[in-house]
């Protein structure tokens, strides 16, 4: 079975930093598009980030822009989130998800419909 497992999450002051981790079991995404969703409660999920299947490209939500940087390592399979100066209303379970299509790019890269892969989730709590 495929998953996705998210980790790193935790609680951070305003203004800290955060590191999240996404690798995959049961096969591999080293040439798929990967991106990052959050979920704060009683919200929508909504896009963080994404990057594509070569790691050449980047995209950001308008609110991290700035803050968080998505990358990629193969060689360790795994995909990050290095999110910076956070803010409380950063504060959302962060998910990670997968394209299933090796070497397929697309304008759809924020919306949640275009993945189909997901991780359980990682919870990120930003206050003082």
């Known amino acids: 079975q495929v998953q996705l497992v998210e980790s790193g999450g935790g609680l951070v002051q305003p203004g800290g930093s955060l590191k999240l981790s996404c690798a995959p079991s049961?096969?591999?995404?080293?040439?798929?598009?990967m991106a990052w969703f959050r979920q704060a409660p009683g919200k929508q999920r909504d896009f963080v980030g994404a990057?594509?299947?070569?790691?050449?490209?980047?995209y950001y939500a308008a609110s991290v822009q700035g803050r968080f940087t998505i990358s990629r390592d193969n060689a360790k399979d795994t995909t990050y989130l290095q999110m910076s100066s956070l803010k409380p209303e950063d504060t959302a379970v962060y998910y990670c998800?997968?394209?299933?299509?090796?070497?397929?790019?697309?304008?759809?890269?924020?919306?949640?419909?275009?993945?189909?892969?997901w991780g359980q989730g990682t919870q990120v709590t930003v206050s003082s």
């Open positions: 998800a997968a394209n299933g299509r090796p070497f397929y790019g697309s304008s759809n890269y924020a919306s949640d419909g275009w993945y189909d892969y």
């Open positions: 049961g096969r591999t995404f080293n040439n798929n598009a």
């Open positions: 990057i594509a299947w070569n790691g050449r490209n980047t």
